[in-house]
């Protein structure tokens, strides 16, 4: 996880934004939370088949514990994952399942998994569609992960049809739940998220799509791709799949990757992430439950601008319920497309307040 030491942290929890900046009338449009829900699992549904978990000791020291395994979370699909626990530890305990960002793997989580099992926290951390394990033989960046993307916009049956980029994790952190909450040492009642980049995208769908998770921490992925399309903003977070979508826009008759192009891509792959899966309608499905953005003022594939309409859509639905103190906004001032070690800290001490109570 890559940081950088900032000047200074923005607290964006207090920000009065008006209505004309955050797009007030189109939020109080958005859908009813309940049916983003039904319509997003409608979206995903599949055949549910049997765990069959396996779990591996892998030692670890006199502070924590080590585990590798896996379970399956759909047909032909087994989800490797590490694990991270207290080694002191009795009873259940609160877990975190943690996700990495594009081109990563679950190992580069393990210092993030550390921290929260010194912390008392159950930490698992899973590889993504196309990434790490996943891949025969290991996967190499993300060079799997776009030529899987590029067979999806390809894709002409609809039965056939995959979503690699962050949908298809989703289903698999929704199993990942089922996992922990099939385990003995894990406190069904409580288990949170944290992600990073495209980990943070999956972070916000995830729960704002299964209430299970009880808090959330999406980091340096909060914006709005509709508000990216119609702002020229999308140029940061198309770089991260950018192969695939040069292929696209040729096919599309365009000469070069433009806002028309990538409009039709994310239509096919994200269905709905323009609509009613953008950030701002996902984001007001997660409340009351605690919800912590962290973000960089300068990240290029998470406008700032794009962010605040996020949550300023989160802000009205915790005040709405009354749970004002369960949301907060980090902006590191003069960061990128990074997370700082104070917003690490702020996300160990988060996640540790609401699961540690």
């Not at 599949?46 to 000791?57: C, D, E, F, N, S």
């Not at 997660?286 to 605040?308: Q, V």
Request: glycine fraction near 8%; charged fraction near 20%; hydrophobic fraction near 45%.
């Amino acid at each position: 996880m890559k940081t950088k030491n900032p000047s200074f942290v923005l607290i964006l929890a207090v920000l009065i934004l008006s209505p004309a900046a955050t797009g007030g009338a189109a939020l109080a449009a958005s859908p009813e939370s309940s049916e983003v829900r039904a319509s997003f699992h409608k979206l995903l549904d599949r055949p549910k088949v049997p765990l069959a978990a396996i779990t591996i000791p892998q030692g670890g020291d006199d502070e924590v514990i080590l585990e590798q395994g896996a379970f399956d979370s759909a047909a032909n699909q087994t989800v490797p994952f590490l694990i991270v626990k207290p080694a002191r530890a009795q009873g259940r305990l609160p877990a975190v399942i943690a996700l990495h960002g594009t081109g990563d793997d679950k190992d580069g989580m393990l210092d993030l998994c550390a921290a929260l099992a010194e912390r008392g926290m159950l930490a698992i951390a899973i590889d993504a569609r196309y990434h790490g394990s996943r891949v025969p033989g290991g996967a190499n960046g993300s060079e799997q992960y776009q030529d899987a993307i590029l067979r999806a916009w390809q894709e002409k049956d609809a039965a056939k049809q995959e979503h690699p980029l962050y949908y298809d994790t989703v289903y698999d952190v929704w199993r990942a739940v089922d996992y922990l909450q099939s385990r003995a040492d894990v406190d069904p009642q409580r288990i949170g998220m944290i992600g990073i980049s495209m980990g943070g995208i999956e972070t916000w769908l995830a729960a704002a799509t299964d209430e299970r998770i009880q808090v959330a921490v999406p980091m340096i992925s909060v914006q709005s791709f509709r508000w990216s399309l119609e702002h020229e903003q999308w140029q940061g977070r198309a770089a991260t799949i950018q192969r695939a979508l040069e292929v696209a826009a040729k096919e599309l008759g365009e000469t070069a990757v433009n806002a028309k192009a990538v409009r039709a891509f994310w239509n096919k792959l994200l269905p709905g992430i323009t609509e009613d899966f953008d950030c701002p309608t996902m984001l007001r499905a997660i409340a009351p439950r605690p919800l912590l953005i962290l973000s960089g003022e300068t990240d290029p594939g998470n406008p700032l601008e794009g962010a605040k309409v996020a949550f300023a859509a989160a802000e009205e639905a915790y005040k709405s319920a009354n749970a004002g103190d369960r949301l907060q906004m980090d902006v590191a001032e003069g960061v990128g497309h990074s997370v700082t070690e104070e917003q690490v800290q702020l996300a160990l001490d988060w996640l540790d307040r609401w699961l540690n109570p």
